[in-house]
Structures are given as C-alpha cells and as structure tokens.
C-alpha cells in the first residue's frame, strides 16, 4: 500500500536536553557529519541548569532552544519540538544528547527508509564508549519474556528469556525489530504522527517500547539499520542509577503491561506484575 505523501522530504533532529554538559557539542559537532543535508536541530530543553543548550542555540546558526517549561520527561519534550515543524518536514530524529554520530549515519538510514516503504522508525547500530554493541533493536516484551527477564536477568545474564527479548543470538543485520532504542531514532514523520507521538504518561522509559508496538499495529515497521553506526557516550550500562530513576523504570514497566492486559480478567496479572516490580525494586534500591 503507497505511503500518503502528506509531508514534504526536510530533515529535523529534536535532540532531548537535561543539563547535558559537553556532550552535547560533541553530539551537535558530530551530527554535522552524519548527513550531507541541511539539518533543522531543535534542542527540547526540560530544564537545564548548566548553560549548554543555551550556548549551543547561540553559537550554531542551525540550532534553536525550546524550553518546555519544567522537567517534562523525554516522550512529552520530543512531542513538543515535533509540534514546531511545518508541513515541509517528512523526517524527524529523535535523540540524546550524549550520542556520536558516525559518518553518514543519518544518510544511511534515508537510504534504508527508501527500501522499506512502510518503515515508520530506522534505528542505528549503538555501540557504547567501550565498543561493545548494545541491544537497542529487541522483540516486544511478552508477560512471558518480560517476567522471566525481570526475575532472573540481573543473576543469570544468559537466560533464554532475556536473550529472546534482547535477541541477543540475532546476526546483525538490517531487519525488522518490535521496537527501538528511542536514543537515536529516525521517523517518518507520517508515521510519528499516525500514532500520536510519544505516549505522554511516560515520563521515562519505556516510552520507546510503546511507542514501536504502537507503529507496529499501525501497520509500520520497526527497521533496525547496523550500517549506521553511532555511538552513546555516557552509555546505558554507566547510566546514573538513582533510586528516583530505578522507580520511574518500575511505573514505566508496570504501565507497560497494565495497558496490554486491561479489564477485570487480567487484574490478578496486574497486581501479581505490580507485587513484583516492587519486590523487584526494593532489592535493586538495596543493592
């Protein structure tokens, strides 16, 4: 089925930002290599104290600030620097600031949205500071899948569930995914929009998960693009791992699945899910 062209073909990139530090000339520096396009760069600014958003909008002609006035999460900011394009943008990234972008990765994943033509989302190979890939193109979690992962995942790295969900024994190729890492994503803006953007209720995490399942029963595809390569320089796995973060991970899960199974047939699954993501977090906030 032909994709409605409602969009014209400009470029955006709505780059997240929370105090980001230096890493975010180095995002911005970089991005200037990751396409041979004009490049519209709204930086959506939850509230930043250190001055770097404000800088980067001063020093860089293709740069803006949008201040969203407080702490609004990553989804509802991304939703809000979308809201500022015109008709003129069909394609839209959203992104970190802590990303290095490799050369050409941008153009890269263009060229890959031109040979899936329901692609709605293109995400790039991530690798991380140390070199090592991280999973950032993975099946949808399953009650299956997520409980097993939730269980045993921090004390068996290697078990089956977590390795399905992360597809860890998948070769890296171009494929399609159940949904991407939402710190580097190219979308089609006819799809972003298809859906409603980011679901706002997500403050942080897993607003990426939802946001590629709901594509996907829009009838977009989740393409995961390993020829593009950047890579994220704080890095999931040295991420600050406060108690305030570990919490809003637990709600975005809980929400995540309470969403998925609705109704009062499912209400023994939801309070089982809810007893142990608290079990769950109080052992991580121990640890």
Sequence with gaps: MPVP???GSELAVIIVTYSPGETLDRCLDTLAKAT???????????????????????ERENVELLRTGGNLGY?????LGAAELDASYGWVVVANPDLEWGDGALDTMLEAARR???GGAFGPLIKEVS??????????????????????GRVWRGNPWTRAYKQSDTTVVEREAGWLSG????MRRAAF??????????????????????????????????????????????????????AAHHDSAYRY??????GPLWAPVRLAVRAGLTARLKLETRA
């Design 257 to 262: 699945i309470a969403d998925r199974h609705p």
């Design 193 to 246: 929009e298809s859906v409603n953007g980011f679901d706002q209720r997500y403050f942080m995490y897993f607003e990426d998960v939802d946001l590629g399942d709901r594509l996907g029963k829009a009838g977009w595809q989740n393409v995961y693009v390993p020829s593009a390569e950047v890579v994220h320089l704080q890095g999931h796995s040295t991420a600050r791992s406060s108690a305030a973060m570990l």
């Design 116 to 118: 899936w033509p329901r």
């Design 75 to 79: 989804g509802t900011a991304a939703n």
């Design 131 to 152: 070199g090592e890939v991280y999973p950032s193109a993975r099946l949808l979690p399953s009650l299956g899948r997520g409980i097993g992962h939730a269980v045993v």
């Design 183 to 186: 710190s580097c994503l190219l």
């Design 5 to 7: 062209e409602e969009h």
């Design 36 to 58: 041979s396009r004009p490049v519209r760069v709204i930086l959506a600014d939850n509230g930043s104290t250190d001055g770097a958003p404000e800088r980067a909008a001063a």
